[in-house]
């Protein structure tokens, strides 16, 4: 069984994949407490995978995220076969502090190690690297200029507050202007006003 957050169909809001349509597989619990999260880790439903497969396939699209929380708590091979088996692509955003099951298609990693203590990157490499972006935090940005991965992106972290957040995106530009290496994402699911 699977603790399920919710599960729902719309564009991909961050990162490579933006625009495109996805399934989000969104699982409670997280074995980090990031002071910006999200996600409301009390509501979920126990879902085994034949449901998870049901609910997935009611859309059109052929990418699947599996998002959190920390999806890497609970993803394991037999939903990703079976995720396969049904012809849908697997991503997974995750903050890399746990291994992952093989096979999956496209890995997003987003550190949180310089938000939270103890928690160490365990993955050696990903296909893009996502790193929440606060101006008083670029060293977490440099330590993962040499991680092997494809893209390298910052995301200005949202703190709730609009002319805080605006000076952090601000910020962010700037960065990346400064070392073209990192490209910027915003997360435009937000600012498009849809989930």
């Known amino acids: 069984m ?7 169909y719309s564009l991909q809001g961050e990162g490579r994949w933006t625009g495109r349509p996805a399934v989000f597989v ?16 009390g509501h979920f439903q126990e879902m085994d995978v ?3 497969i049901a609910e997935v396939e009611n859309y059109a699209a052929d990418y699947v995220v599996l998002t959190g929380g920390e999806p890497s708590l609970y993803t394991d091979i037999q939903l990703v076969e079976m995720l396969h088996s049904c012809g849908k692509v697997v991503g997974i955003e995750t ?8 096979d999956i298609d496209w890995i997003t990693l987003s550190p949180k190690d310089c938000y939270v203590d103890n928690s160490k990157v365990v ?7 996502k790193i929440v972006f606060d101006a ?3 060293d977490a940005i ?3 200029a040499g991680f092997d991965a494809k893209y390298y992106y910052i995301q200005p972290c949202d703190m709730g507050n609009k002319e805080r957040n605006k000076a952090i995106t601000a910020a962010a530009v700037a960065y990346c202007l400064d070392h073209p290496q990192w490209s910027l994402s915003l997360q ?3 600012i498009l006003k849809i989930k």
């Open 2 to 8: 699977y603790p399920v957050n919710e599960i729902f």
């Open 26 to 41: 969104r699982f409670s619990g997280c074995n980090l407490r990031c002071p910006f999260c999200d996600t409301d880790h």
């Open 50 to 52: 034949q449901s998870i």
């Open 95 to 102: 903050n890399g502090t746990r291994e992952l099951p093989e």
């Open 123 to 129: 993955l050696k490499c990903a296909d893009e690297i």
């Open 136 to 138: 008083e935090k670029t």
């Open 142 to 144: 440099e330590r993962y």
């Open 188 to 190: 435009q699911h937000k």
